[in-house]
Nanobody, 124 residues
Framework: QVQLVESGGGLVQVGGSVRLSCAAS????????MGWFRQAPGKEREFVAA???????NYADSVKGRFTISRDNAKNTVYLQMNSLRPEDTAVYYC??????????????????WGQGTQVTVSS
């Protein structure tokens, strides 16, 4: 059974930084892509970043140059380093992983397993 547990959210000021972590268990972590999504109040869940099994990355245009996704296969953990935060980054952030190995997507419905989410609030 795949489990994803996020941590690291909180309250941060505009221009600040925060790092999210997502610990995975239940299968061979290194074979699977990992993604970060977010959902703001009243909005649909949206793609933020993904990292392939190979280490290649994809980012939403809104976070390019500010956010960095990385993974540590030895720790079965994926990270999202968030810098230069803006009020519009306020959301619940979710990590997710697809059901298929060696495959990556950027759409919500392409991911099967989800964490419980962690709140990030950027205050001005």
């Amino acid at each position: 059974q795949v489990q994803l547990v996020e941590s690291g959210g909180g309250l941060v000021q505009v221009g600040g930084s925060v790092r999210l972590s997502c610990a995975a268990s239940g299968r061979t972590f290194s074979r699977y892509a990992m993604g970060w999504f977010r959902q703001a109040p009243g909005k649909e869940r949206e793609f933020v970043a993904a990292i392939h099994w190979s280490g290649s990355t994809n980012y939403a245009d809104s976070v390019k140059g500010r956010f960095t996704i990385s993974r540590d296969n030895a720790k079965n953990t994926v990270y999202l380093q968030m810098n230069s935060l803006r009020p519009e980054d306020t959301a619940v952030y979710y990590c997710a992983t697809p059901g298929r190995a060696f495959w990556v997507g950027v759409k919500v419905d392409e991911y099967v397993y989800w964490g419980q989410g962690t709140q990030v609030t950027v205050s001005s």
